[in-house]
């Protein structure tokens, strides 16, 4: 890899994978300033305080709009990068960002909790319109040595990033940095940083050469961008490969999403893709994200100690997506897959007994602190990535669109429905809530078992036939 490779992957990571992990985390340490935030002002604008539940239903709204910003900024980043191009598209998205945290950062200073709930659906719409790192290196991998070679290093960078993001924000939420109740508008509005940084390195890189060959038709640009980004004047046979990949681009009718959902042939993989997606979100990793200050607290944490606690689950989320990320090749995507749920779904499962049992076994705390850390090794190590890949392998490229539009609206949908609705289901269930995660995580271990075949070194063609 050569550094001005390098530097732009990190860059469009920094300011994209990572920017959405923050934004899924920075909601947990500072839940109950903004919710005193949030009643005072209810206080002084209408003479009387908001009750718990509807307290509870607008800050589930301002936890949950961040995935609502996320699905409409992923069905308009086509047009983006149609109109702008890959680096415009990032742009004008960084520029989005920087308007959400004036809108955050300012919000308490002007009295205005709408203020905040806008910001989020923002910095929602920002994280869904955000180009993956993986479409600066994907053009670049045969002269690198092949797609086997790089697929995964690469691939993995976003989820990396992501899981980076996450333990970022947990960091800065610790008492001594940004945790206390004075700064949590400008813990919400650090967003700008990896967003400003982007959009003042951005231009120092030539456009995706990618997008300038097949999208633009321009040659002459697409072989100076490889020239810089390779070091190298030797760049004719990356060119070919994607003059060839544009011919047959040309040739081929894109299929829609209608299409692809009336297509009988495709009908299995068509599911599988839904049921991965789904199950990602709704095997309870965004509650855990977006309250594990509450979920710690109800398990008998001291207040003190949850910060640091929280803190420790994110550093070992990083070592596990490592972990994931270097030996899918080696294990496959199916065993990953299917250990990753199943472990989530016995550690949410144990999340209900250790709660339980807590009165009686006062260690029963730490226990629930193990389950946590089961459910977010499990999920980084498999169900984080493997469906993203394995989406892309299901599906030739007539019909690859559209797949990633239906798995990436229900990925968006239900992490909204997790996040609305999380709270709820605690007031109401209490202890067995947690039951619900388990049998989602175990139905689609199950599933996957059962229906999706070891898609690692098998053609597009083999696999339809195993599906058949």
């Not at 719409?125 to 993956?132: L, V």
């Not at 995507?333 to 209900?352: E, K």
Request: proline share 5%.
């Amino acid at each position: 890899l050569t550094f001005p490779l390098l530097s732009v992957t990190l860059l469009v990571s920094f300011g994209s994978s990572m920017l959405y992990g923050y934004n899924l985390a920075v909601v947990n340490s500072p839940a109950e300033h903004i919710k005193a935030f949030y009643n005072t002002t209810w206080f002084q604008r209408y003479g009387q305080g908001l009750g718990p539940a509807p307290l509870t239903l607008l800050y589930a709204l301002t936890v949950s709009i961040f995935a609502l910003g996320g699905l409409g900024g992923s069905l308009l980043v086509g047009v983006l990068v149609e109109r702008y191009g890959r680096n415009g598209a990032l742009s004008r998205s960084a520029l989005l960002v920087l308007l959400a945290g004036g809108f955050m950062g300012f919000s308490r200073e002007l009295g205005s909790p709408e203020m905040v709930i806008i910001g989020r659906s923002i910095t929602g719409i920002h994280s869904g319109g955000c180009t993956a790192p993986s479409s600066w290196l994907s053009p670049l991998q045969p002269f690198l040595g092949g797609w086997r070679r790089l697929c995964i290093p690469t691939g993995s960078v976003e989820g990396i990033f992501i899981c980076l993001g996450v333990f970022s924000a947990q960091v800065l939420s610790l008492p001594e940095l940004l945790g206390k109740d004075r700064f949590w508008p400008l813990f919400l509005s650090v967003v700008v940083v990896p967003a400003s940084l982007q959009l003042l390195l951005l231009h120092c890189f030539p456009e995706s050469p990618r997008y300038l060959l097949i999208e633009r038709n321009d040659v002459c640009g697409a072989t100076k961008a490889l020239q810089r980004f390779l070091g190298s004047p030797e760049v004719q046979d990356v060119i070919e490969e994607m003059q060839e990949e544009q011919r047959s681009l040309s040739s081929m009718e894109m299929a829609s999403v209608w299409q692809l959902l009336r297509e009988r042939s495709l009908r299995w993989q068509t599911l599988s893709v839904a049921v991965l997606n789904a199950g990602m979100q709704l095997s309870g990793i965004d509650a855990i994200w977006f309250y594990t200050n509450t979920i710690f607290e109800n398990a008998g944490i001291p207040v003190s100690q949850i910060p640091y606690t929280t803190m420790g689950t994110g550093a070992i989320e990083v070592v596990a997506g490592l972990i994931g990320c270097f030996t899918i090749e080696r294990v496959g995507r199916r065993p990953l897959i299917i250990t990753g749920f199943c472990a989530m779904g016995v550690c949410s499962a144990g999340i209900t007994i250790s709660l339980l049992l807590q009165a009686a076994l006062p260690w029963m705390r730490y226990v629930s602190v193990a389950c946590v850390v089961g459910i977010i090794a499990g999920f980084c190590m498999g169900p984080a990535g493997v469906p993203f890949l394995m989406t892309a392998e299901l599906f030739m490229q007539s019909h690859r669109p559209a797949a990633y539009i239906v798995g990436g609206s229900l990925n968006w949908l239900c992490n909204f429905t997790i996040g609305f609705i999380f709270p709820f289901l605690q007031m109401s269930a209490g202890a067995f809530c947690y039951l619900v995660f388990c049998g989602v995580c175990l139905l689609v271990a199950l599933y996957v078992y059962l229906v999706i075949p070891e898609t690692k070194n098998k053609t597009f063609m083999e696999i339809s036939h195993i599906f058949a």
